[in-house]
């Protein structure tokens, strides 16, 4: 996985991290099964960090794509797309490259992660 | 740790449906990590070798970040790291066992010695991972049961324990 597809992923799981974290529901039943949930200011700083990590483009596209739909980033798995569970066709490649635009849907338009 | 018993996840979760979480690949008999920070590495390490996993080094980073958000360490020597990732596409359970125990910063200052590391997906369409935390929780809160998973040195051992604490024998 490239360090700009990485760090989307990053991003991604830290703002869903940080909902669990602030919807009364979720922390209710994580604290009723013993555990902590109190460092919600370290999340928010961890997520700024990450943010400054990302170029410019890859953020538009990111918060472009979290428009529409809640998850931007999305696995691949036998080359179906985890987001709109439509096949990928042969030609589209995992390969990112430093510059180059980063692999997206054709159908639905999320950013692919190869797992 | 204190468990309400009014907790219902994970109530009619059956040893079979439990322990298709686990694998031989992800029992860790014998931990050589010391520290917190080194456990984590430790266990994520065991989801290398997962079809679905080809980037542990993300989840990692995931737990790591789940744990400035409040120590998973439950008490009575257990800790539960967990999280839901992007990168995961099923839910997992890393078991290791430390014998010399690890200091996990755990409510109740003991070092931990049973782990269960739980990695779930973004989304979670089949509404696992509560119940599986809730049924693990559950589960360890007993000390009988701490106490064979502490003994237990093959994975064999991990599930004939967790069946006979679930109330199924093999071949019932």
Redesign the interface.
């Known amino acids: 996985m490239s360090d700009r597809v990485h760090d989307l992923v990053a991003l991604q799981d830290l703002e869903l991290m940080i909902r669990d974290a602030q919807d009364p529901a979720s922390k209710e039943k994580e604290e009723a099964l013993g555990f902590a949930v109190h460092g919600l200011e370290e999340l928010q700083k961890a997520r700024e960090t990450v943010v400054k990590k990302i170029p410019p483009r890859d953020l538009r596209l990111y918060e472009r794509i979290r428009g529409k739909y809640q998850r931007v980033v999305v696995p691949v798995r036998s080359r179906i797309c985890l987001g709109c569970f439509q096949a990928l066709p042969t030609m589209a490649t995992r390969a990112v490259s430093e510059n180059g635009p980063l692999p997206t849907c054709e159908n639905c338009g999320r950013i692919l992660y190869w797992l | 740790?204190?468990?309400?018993p009014g907790?219902w996840?994970g109530a009619d979760m059956d040893a079979e449906s439990f322990l298709s979480y686990f694998d031989d690949k992800r029992f860790i008999p014998d931990l050589r990590s010391r520290t917190k920070e080194s456990v984590l590495g430790e266990l994520s390490r065991a989801l290398a070798d997962d079809d679905?996993?080809?980037?542990p080094a993300?989840l990692l980073?995931?737990i790591r970040?789940?744990e400035?958000?409040?120590?998973?360490g439950?008490?009575k020597g257990v800790a539960?790291p967990h999280?839901?990732?992007?990168?995961a596409?099923d839910t997992r359970v890393v078991f290791g066992v430390s014998r010399r125990g690890v200091d996990y910063a755990a409510?109740d200052g003991e070092p931990c010695r049973l782990f269960f590391l739980i990695v779930a997906?973004?989304?979670d369409p089949r509404h696992e991972y509560?119940p599986l935390?809730?049924k693990i929780?559950e589960l360890v809160n007993e000390k009988p049961l701490r106490e064979k998973l502490l003994a237990g040195q093959t994975f064999a051992e991990f599930q004939a324990t967790i069946r006979e604490a679930m109330g199924e024998r093999p071949g019932a």
């Open positions: 740790m204190q468990v309400d907790l996840w679905e996993i080809r980037n993300v980073e995931m970040r789940r400035s958000l409040g120590s998973t439950l008490g539960i999280g839901r990732s992007t990168a596409a409510p997906p973004y989304e509560l935390l809730g929780v």
